[in-house]
């Protein structure tokens, strides 16, 4: 009987293991949907049971393989916490001193305690209870932070417009494919010869050749990403936001619910299309609900901004110090893997289906990570993601990473374009348009030259019919599908005023309408 009452249910080392994952999304709840934790929770958890098995075959006693596991595990992911307290604090020029001075501690304290658990006649009850209490209690603020932060943002109120489909009063037999193609941080012809002194003029021309209308003066409705693409697939301002979610929020995820379930391609579902969508690897842009087909998603549980948000907070990060960042070449490679498959499979749709089809890709190049030269090979820059990563490049290997990135973007993205012009039985409707324009963060730039660089896109139409008179050079992203179904499908959804709203990564919501553009020359 006494034996029994002493029992003890060990459930920290699976706590433990769980608690690195859950504090890296609650520290980006914003960005990344809950799915996206599924796969490295199961890779760490399975890793730390097997480490448990392990030690406990060994010891023969499962307190001290438990403690043991525990202690390994924390260690692991207290590496890079501790370090990023330390390095800001420091020169860079000090950072292998600090790697060097915790590698040793960190290795002592494996010895000492190891030492000491498995040598020791203790029965570690009140270590084991202390353990299991602490480890709940780390778990249980991360989940109140988290239950907090959807508390705060949590939107009941949120509903969107009423949906009236589209019926078509003529009978469309010969429906035009249409291909709308975004490329993430594609700075059009202006801001490359201004800003990095670099001629595009030639992709431009080609456009033009090839019967596309380019606009000279366009500009994205907002600055981020996530509220650009929602308000251009469902053709409304979305300012609205501001109010629902709080102009202070970081949190993305009704603009994703916009896009998972956008107008656009719920009227050309209505008119008998088949709807496809290519896995950007952002997740609002990743898996749609709408899509009757996404694409290039074999990983879609995965998400490997959080797999690197893990490695950056565990003692892999020391291993930067004697190799260039190795787990770059995982993810440069899956950034890789996924553009090739997006330009290979696109110009494959019209092959899988008689009806006409809607291809929705979001491309995210341009944009960090640099992952291809100027002629598609590889490149060995340090893994960055934009304002979520403290890694940049200094401001002219940057410059000379977007160049040549964008460079092998616009080869590959000429021959699409005559692949989809050429082979095609239904002559397509094809859009090219940037989301944003690329952050201009170099030195001596204003902030009104900063955003003029971040609002100014690339935005270029090709109709098959070749009449644009619907079409100006200044036409925003937010009338893009308006022209569309008005010129071609008879609807009466007619151009809103062009409006630009700027927003800062940190502030999203709080919008502040850009009307002069003119100090750009």
């Not at 006494?2 to 769980?18: F, W």
């Not at 504090?23 to 980006?28: A, G």
């Amino acid at each position: 009987m006494q034996e029994k009452s002493k029992r003890i249910i060990i459930l920290h080392p699976i706590l433990i293991g769980l608690f690195p994952v859950f504090l890296v999304y609650s520290q980006n709840i914003h960005l990344v949907l809950i799915q996206g934790i599924i796969f490295p929770a199961l890779i760490i958890l399975g890793i730390t049971i097997a480490l448990w098995a392990g030690i406990q075959l060994i010891l023969k006693n499962k307190r001290k393989s438990a403690i043991l596991t525990t202690f390994y595990v924390f260690l692991f992911f207290s590496y890079g916490i501790i370090f990023k307290i330390l390095e800001s604090n420091v020169t860079q020029e000090y950072f292998i001193v600090i790697h060097v001075l915790l590698l040793i501690t960190y290795a002592s304290f494996v010895i000492f305690v190891t030492y000491y658990i498995t040598k020791t006649h203790k029965k570690l009850n009140n270590i084991t209870t202390t353990t299991n209490v602490v480890s709940i209690t780390l778990l249980a603020l991360v989940f109140f932070n988290i239950a907090a932060y959807n508390f705060e943002n949590f939107n009941s109120e949120f509903e969107d417009v009423a949906y009236n489909p589209i019926i078509l009063d003529n009978n469309f037999e010969n429906l035009p494919d249409i291909y709308y193609i975004v490329l993430d941080e594609y700075a059009p012809l202006k801001t490359l010869t201004t800003f990095y002194n670099y001629d595009n003029s030639e992709f431009v021309e080609f456009l033009q050749a090839r019967g596309f209308y380019v606009t000279k003066n366009s500009h994205s409705n907002y600055a981020e990403t996530f509220l650009a693409i929602a308000s251009t697939l469902n053709m409304k301002y979305v300012n609205y936001l501001s109010d629902t979610v709080g102009k202070e929020s970081l949190d993305q995820r009704v603009p994703y619910q916009m896009i998972n379930n956008n107008l656009v391609m719920k009227n050309l579902k209505s008119m008998g299309y088949q709807t496809y969508n290519f896995d950007s690897g952002w997740w609002g842009t990743r898996s749609l609900q709408i899509a009757d087909v996404n694409v290039c998603s074999k990983n879609q549980n995965m998400d490997f901004h959080t797999l690197h948000a893990l490695k950056q907070i565990s003692i892999l990060r020391a291993f930067d110090m004697f190799i260039k960042d190795p787990s770059s070449t995982i993810f440069h490679q899956e950034r890789r893997d996924r553009i090739h498959c997006q330009f290979s499979e696109i110009t494959e749709i019209k092959h899988e289906t008689e009806k006409p089809v809607f291809v929705f890709m979001h491309v995210m190049a341009p944009h960090d990570p640099y992952v291809f030269g100027p002629n598609g090979e590889e490149v060995d820059y340090k893994y960055t993601f934009g304002t979520t990563d403290v890694v940049h490049l200094d401001h002219n290997e940057e410059k000379m990473a977007y160049l040549n990135q964008l460079t092998y973007l616009t080869k590959i993205l000429k021959e699409t374009i005559k692949n989809l012009q050429e082979n095609s039985d239904r002559q397509p409707i094809i859009i090219v348009q940037s989301d944003t324009g690329p952050s201009i963060d170099f030195v001596d730039t204003t902030d009104d030259i900063r955003q003029a660089g971040r609002m100014s896109i690339l935005n270029a139409y090709y109709f098959p019919n070749e009449k644009y008179d619907l079409l100006s050079d200044d036409i925003t992203p937010v009338n893009s599908f308006r022209v569309v179904f008005d010129s071609h499908f008879q609807t009466n959804y007619d151009k809103v005023e062009d409006k630009v709203f700027f927003s800062t990564y940190e502030k999203p919501y709080t919008l502040i309408e850009i009307t002069d553009f003119s100090f750009v020359k």
